[in-house]
Each structure stands twice: as C-alpha cells, then as structure tokens.
C-alpha cells in the first residue's frame, strides 16, 4: 500500500494526461459556441447550441476519465471501471473534478486490497474482467453515494448561507472570498456557490458578479501566461493545453485549468486561488460592475468601468503566473525523480 500510494504524482498525471483532449475538446467547443453567438451566455438554438452541447459532452466524459486513468494507474485495467464510475458519481452529487481525482484514488485502493484476496484457481481467470470490477465498483459507487454525497450537500447548503451574510462586509474580505471560491474547484460546487450568489446579486450589487467574473478567468489565463514564461515547468501537453486555457479564459471557461490542476493539485490549487483572490479584491476596490451572469472578457460589453475589469483581470494573472511558476520545478527534475509518464501503453488483449 505504501508503495502504491507513494507514487500519487505519477497517479494523477496518468490521469491529468488522458483527460486533456476532452478538456481541450470539450471546452473550446462551448467557448467558440458562446464566443460567435456574441452573447455571454449558452446559445438558446441553432448550429451554435448544437456546437455547445458536442462540448458538453466532452466536458462531462473528463472527470469520469479522469479518475479512471487515475485508477488504472494504481492496479492496472481492473480499476478502469471502478475509477471512472466512481468519478462519474461523483461529480453527479456535485464533488467536481476534486471528487473525481478523490474517487480515482478510493478506487485504486480498493481494487488493490480486492486483488490480495486469494481465490481458487479456476476463479482467477474471471477475478480481473468480472468480480473486481462487480465488486469494487459496488463498493466505490456506494461510498461516493452514501457517504460522500450527504456531506457535499449540507456543505453547499452551508456555503450558499455564509456568503448571504457576507455581503455587508468590506470589500478586501469578500472580494478574497469570492475570489477564492470561484478558483478553488473551477466549476466544482465550491465554485457554483459563489457563482450563483454572484448571480442573485446582479440587480442590486453587480460589482460582486464583476469580481466573479474576473476570478473566473484569471485561473486558465494565469496558467497560460506561466506556460509562455517558463515552458521547461511544463510537459509538452501542459503547454498545448496552455493554448487552449488562453481561449478558454478569455470566454469565461474556468475549467480551462484542471489538467494543470489535476497533474500537480499541491502547487496549482494555492496559485490559483491566489491569484482569483488577488483579481476579485482589485476588481471591488476599482468599481468594475458586470450585469451578465458570466465571466471572462467576452462580457466587456455589459461591464460598467471596463478599464478597471481588464486592470483587475491582468492583476490576478500576473499573481497567478508568478506564485505557480515559483512553486514549480522543472520537468526535467520531475522525470529524474521517476514520474515520466509519456511511454503508456493499453492493451485490451
């Protein structure tokens, strides 16, 4: 078990580099869909909302692939199914892609203890392809479901509470905690409470949707901009999905970030929170107000005091592109140490 567990890193960037082509497919699908329509919002019809959905799709096959791959990591195809159920359910009672890298990890460990169970002969054969599957997908799925899924929903209940009360305080304090929220699972449901508080707030307090709307992009574009200022940090797929969170931020798209976040959790999580945080605060204390329930540049048009929304957007960038980029190591460091994942072979035969 230790030794399984040991090797987290190279766990999650297996994971990290089978989900990247579903984030990049999936969500420069829904920004170009957003971005023709010219509207900050899904389009309601047409070959546009047809472009959305196929996004869509992608965006949500990657948190179940995600921890599949993460699974199948840890003990090989036994765990694929578990692994990917187990995410899938996850994000179903609202964990996000937190809850998927969580539930790829459970059903890693899982499989593995299944695996020790001594069987007869004639059933080890099946043990691979049938009963570690049953089983360890029957006992992911019902943990995700009946031990997780209560806790995340009092916790959301909790959250959407606290942030009401929050809205008379002063706006360093809150704009760090919208800030925070929005980058903290980019599209989780620590995010979505934020979000719709932001939302609920437009008619009457529209800079508290400006600062979101700044958080939302400043975690992709500030994760793009590293990649551009220190290429060696970065593998050859980060900085490819490097491109595509540039034009995923810019449409107020956070998830443009998670296949940096799913890779290296420990140094891009604090980054981008920083930097979300560091946005929304200079967002607030400018006055930029956003009356469309939407993030990223694409909303200039109905942003009161623009200047101050890009100024805001740039700030948390910049934080964001500096704190990760000091916290990371070359990749080259990272392969030394045993991590390289780029030869991965699957054989179904």
Same mark, same amino acid.
């Given at each position: 078990?230790?030794?399984?567990?040991?090797?987290?890193?190279?766990?999650?960037?297996?994971?990290?580099?089978?989900?990247?082509?579903?984030?990049?497919?999936?969500?420069?699908?829904?920004?170009?869909?957003?971005?023709?329509?010219?509207?900050?919002?899904?389009?309601?019809?047409?070959?546009?909302?047809?472009?959305?959905?196929?996004?869509?799709?992608?965006?949500?096959?990657?948190?179940?692939?995600?921890?599949?791959?993460?699974?199948?990591?840890?003990?090989?195809?036994?765990?694929?199914?578990?692994?990917?159920?187990?995410?899938?359910?996850?994000?179903?009672?609202?964990?996000?892609?937190?809850?998927?890298?969580?539930?790829?990890?459970?059903?890693?460990?899982?499989?593995?203890?299944?695996?020790?169970?001594?069987?007869?002969?004639?059933?080890?054969?099946?043990?691979?392809?049938?009963?570690?599957?049953?089983?360890?997908?029957?006992?992911?799925?019902?943990?995700?479901?009946?031990?997780?899924?209560?806790?995340?929903?009092? /916790?959301?209940?909790?959250?959407?509470?606290?942030?009401?009360?929050?809205?008379?305080?002063?706006?360093?304090?809150?704009?760090?905690?919208?800030?925070?929220?929005?980058?903290?699972?980019?599209?989780?449901?620590?995010?979505?409470?934020?979000?719709?508080?932001?939302?609920?707030?437009?008619?009457?307090?529209?800079?508290?949707?400006?600062?979101?709307?700044?958080?939302?992009?400043?975690?992709?574009?500030?994760?793009?901009?590293?990649?551009?200022?220190?290429?060696?940090?970065?593998?050859?797929?980060?900085?490819?999905?490097?491109?595509?969170?540039?034009?995923?931020?810019?449409?107020?798209?956070?998830?443009?970030? /998670?296949?940096?976040?799913?890779?290296?959790?420990?140094?891009?999580?604090?980054?981008?929170?920083?930097?979300?945080?560091?946005?929304?605060?200079?967002?607030?204390?400018?006055?930029?107000?956003?009356?469309?329930?939407?993030?990223?540049?694409?909303?200039?048009?109905?942003?009161?005091?623009?200047?101050?929304?890009?100024?805001?957007?740039?700030?948390?960038?910049?934080?964001?592109?500096?704190?990760?980029?000091?916290?990371?190591?070359?990749?080259?460091?990272?392969?030394?140490?045993?991590?390289?994942?780029?030869?991965?072979?699957?054989?179904?035969?």
């Amino acid at each position: 078990m230790t030794d399984l567990l040991k090797d987290m890193r190279k766990h999650l960037m297996t994971g990290s580099s089978y989900m990247i082509p579903f984030v990049v497919a999936g969500g420069v699908l829904l920004a170009l869909s957003v971005m023709l329509s010219g509207q900050p919002q899904v389009p309601e019809a047409g070959i546009l909302k047809d472009v959305w959905d196929i996004g869509s799709a992608g965006m949500a096959l990657f948190i179940p692939v995600l921890g599949g791959f993460i699974a199948f990591s840890m003990v090989d195809r036994p765990g694929i199914a578990p692994g990917m159920i187990g995410a899938y359910l996850a994000n179903q009672v609202g964990a996000g892609f937190l809850g998927g890298i969580v539930a790829g990890i459970l059903a890693g460990i899982v499989v593995y203890l299944l695996k020790k169970i001594k069987v007869p002969a004639v059933m080890r054969s099946v043990m691979p392809i049938f009963i570690i599957p049953l089983i360890g997908t029957l006992v992911v799925g019902g943990l995700i479901v009946w031990v997780i899924g209560a806790p995340i929903a009092s /916790i959301m209940t909790g959250l959407e509470t606290w942030l009401g009360s929050m809205s008379d305080v002063s706006k360093v304090i809150l704009g760090i905690i919208l800030g925070a929220m929005i980058a903290f699972d980019m599209g989780g449901p620590v995010n979505k409470a934020a979000f719709f508080f932001s939302v609920g707030m437009i008619p009457t307090n529209p800079q508290l949707m400006a600062a979101t709307g700044v958080a939302i992009c400043v975690p992709p574009l500030g994760l793009a901009l590293a990649t551009f200022l220190a290429p060696k940090k970065y593998t050859a797929e980060e900085r490819e999905s490097g491109k595509a969170a540039l034009i995923m931020g810019l449409i107020g798209i956070t998830e443009g970030a /998670i296949p940096f976040a799913a890779a290296d959790p420990l140094r891009v999580i604090p980054s981008i929170v920083v930097g979300g945080a560091a946005g929304s605060v200079v967002s607030l204390l400018l006055g930029a107000a956003n009356n469309a329930p939407w993030g990223g540049w694409i909303v200039l048009p109905v942003v009161s005091n623009r200047i101050s929304y890009i100024i805001a957007t740039l700030i948390g960038v910049a934080v964001t592109a500096f704190v990760v980029n000091t916290l990371k190591k070359p990749v080259e460091e990272v392969s030394a140490a045993g991590d390289d994942i780029d030869e991965i072979d699957i054989s179904f035969e």
